[in-house]
């Protein structure tokens, strides 16, 4: 297992009917590392994540997971790695000792193994005092941090983790975070999805973002931070002549215009020069500026200024994912 | 460090080879723990048989002429309704799965969907039979005789454990193939029904003549005529073979399906 890639696909395709969910998806992941794969709702997210998780055999392409071929390989991959997906896969029935077993018992480790697994895990994710409780008594904090606990019995060494902070409050998005930093520091390699792009931000040694099932850009967070506005100055002008004015002036450094609320947005790194600057620049005379206001830039943005167009689907809808029923 | 060593499990743990029988049990575990729990389960696969036998014995019982008491008439039919309404239970726990994103997670480690499935068929087998148990006890208490020898009453065991394990795995099947647990309850429907067109609660002669030919030949009659008669010690004469003819052939046709449907749904 000295091999350098934890995942690497190429060409990956899937159709459902006449829809097309990937499009040609090439990734590589480096082994010990965190990889985000960001895109709105319906991105294809889920389905590359099946793909390379082995539950849906893509139409064309192919990926190596682990060092094994996701499709001659299927059980070899299996014992690597953990799916924790959108829904939560624990049950609400049983306490939160027993889903721990009942997975360790699955996942191969023997009785006496899994017992000691459980306690070791539910202690490390915070749960020990709720160990004899039932799981449908949990908050959904707690659920989801039984779920990924669930997907780290076998001691897989990559993890999938369908969008694991969707729906969570910030402390345990937070905590969920700390988890994942602290997997990748044990060695295992960590490939989550996210419509967050701060979470990417502060996660991840390397981000694609997806959108329309292609991956339409992909590197460090700095790389992609270069590429687009860091934050952005939303300068609201006072009539239709500033407005012209100030975007002829700005001219290619305009990263975003509403002429129906005439307004011009410019990228920034928020400081104090940066914006009194630009102010100056463009309105020396003080009088063509009427607001300004620094906005840290959105998954919108991103998409902006990477492919030029707003995101395929809302970005407002974080809970229900458009893709096609995956069952 | 040391607290992060609970994320990775020592080098020796992740060299586990889950066996398929380890799967099997721990699903089998699994489904019972599941089952016990459930409420809504317990009252369906315990209470209702009692309380239907109740029901036919002492609402409908008086003015059925059955020739002999009607409880001990009436036993088997009960029975055999009960694993119409426990198949509901059986469909809809594994089309919940097969919905969930636990399928996933089983799926990701490696289990195998008959394991799962055989989970909940093994907890349907087992909720029947408590019911079964629980249905002789009380029938004795309001007047159940039954004449049979020690291997009469084997044989009726036998003939419903047959009878059982068929329909839960035809439920298992519905499960599979349902597109929701709401679907895969609506599909068990005609499970509940078959009983009432055989000689379950009635003696068939006393339908009109159309209906007789289908309550005869169905499946049910003769798991039903094979249980009387076994406990009664009278002469079953062809019944027994042709209910384990039929039940053989659900269970054979069921798995095979279930198998097929399950590689089909998670492709």
Redesign the interface.
């Known amino acids: 297992m000295a091999e350098e890639w934890a995942i690497e696909a190429s060409g990956l395709e899937k159709s459902y009917g006449p829809v097309t969910v990937l499009d040609g998806v090439d990734l590589r992941v480096r082994r010990g590392t965190v990889f985000a794969l960001l895109g709105p709702n319906g991105a294809g997210k889920t389905t590359l994540v099946?793909i390379l998780?082995?539950?849906?055999?893509p139409d064309a392409g192919g990926a190596r997971v682990a060092g094994f071929d996701i499709a001659v390989d299927r059980?070899r991959v299996?014992?690597c790695?953990?799916?924790?997906?959108?829904?939560?896969?624990?049950?609400g029935?049983?306490t939160g000792a027993?889903n721990l077993r009942?997975?360790a018992?699955?996942?191969?480790?023997?009785r006496p193994?899994a017992r000691r697994?459980t306690g070791?895990?539910l202690?490390?994710f915070g749960l020990a005092s709720a160990a004899q409780r039932?799981v449908a008594n949990y908050s959904g904090g707690m659920r989801r941090r039984l779920d990924l606990a669930?997907?780290?019995?076998?001691?897989p060494a990559v993890i999938f983790l369908d969008e694991p902070t969707t729906g969570l409050d910030l402390p345990s998005r937070q905590a969920m975070w700390q988890?994942i930093t602290?997997?990748v520091?044990?060695?295992?390699t960590v490939f989550l999805t996210t419509q967050y792009l701060q979470e990417a931000d502060q996660l991840a040694d390397q981000i694609a973002v997806v959108n329309a099932g292609a991956v339409v850009a992909q590197g460090s967070p700095a790389d992609l931070k270069s590429q687009i506005a860091e934050q952005r100055l939303e300068l609201t002008l006072t009539d239709g002549l500033a407005f012209e004015d100030v975007t002829r002036a700005l001219g290619a450094r305009v990263v975003s215009t509403d002429p129906s609320r005439m307004s011009v947005g410019v990228a920034t790194d928020g400081s104090a020069v940066h914006v009194r600057g630009v102010l100056d620049e463009v309105d020396p005379g003080g009088r063509a500026v009427r607001t300004f206001a620094v906005h840290a830039p959105t998954l919108d943005d991103v998409f902006l200024a990477l492919t030029g167009h707003a995101t395929t689907t809302s970005t407002n809808t974080t809970n229900t994912e458009s893709e096609p029923a995956h069952? | 460090?040391s607290?992060?060593?609970?994320?990775?499990?020592s080098v020796a743990?992740?060299i586990?080879?889950?066996t398929v029988v380890?799967?099997v049990v721990?699903m089998v575990?699994?489904s019972l723990?599941?089952s016990r729990?459930?409420l809504e389960v317990l009252l369906v696969s315990l209470m209702l048989p009692v309380i239907l036998m109740l029901m036919f014995v002492y609402l409908f019982g008086g003015a059925i002429d059955t020739g002999a008491a009607y409880v001990s008439y009436v036993v088997p039919g009960v029975l055999v309704l009960c694993a119409g309404f426990g198949s509901a239970t059986t469909a809809v726990s594994v089309s919940q799965d097969?919905?969930?994103?636990?399928m996933?997670?089983?799926?990701?480690?490696?289990?195998s969907g008959a394991a799962v499935v055989s989970g909940h068929v093994a907890a349907s087998v087992v909720r029947n039979a408590a019911s079964t148990v629980l249905v002789f006890v009380i029938a004795f208490a309001i007047g159940f005789r039954s004449d049979a020898d020690i291997l009469g009453w084997l044989a009726a065991g036998g003939v419903l454990l047959m009878f059982i394990l068929a329909i839960s795995w035809l439920a298992a099947l519905v499960g599979v193939i349902a597109?929701s647990p709401e679907a895969a309850n609506g599909f068990t429907f005609f499970l509940m029904f078959l009983p009432y067109a055989s000689s379950a609660f009635v003696p068939i002669d006393t339908m009109p003549g159309w209906l007789q030919g289908f309550s005869r030949h169905q499946p049910v009659t003769p798991v039903i005529e094979s249980v009387r008669g076994l406990l009664d010690g009278t002469p079953v004469g062809n019944s027994p073979t042709l209910a384990l003819a039929w039940c053989t052939g659900i269970l054979v046709v069921s798995v095979a399906l279930s198998v097929v449907a399950f590689r089909r749904?998670?492709?």
């Open positions: 099946r998780s082995t539950l849906v055999r059980q299996r014992r790695i953990s799916l924790t997906g959108q829904d939560v896969a624990v049950d029935l049983q027993e009942m997975m018992r699955l996942a191969g480790l023997s193994q697994r070791d895990l202690a490390q039932r669930a997907g780290l019995v076998g001691s988890v602290d997997l520091r044990t060695g295992a069952v | 460090m607290e992060i060593t609970a994320l990775r499990g743990e992740t586990g080879t889950p380890t799967d721990t575990g699994r723990r599941l729990r459930n097969m919905t969930n994103g636990v996933d997670r089983f799926r990701s480690l490696d289990v597109r749904r998670t492709a």
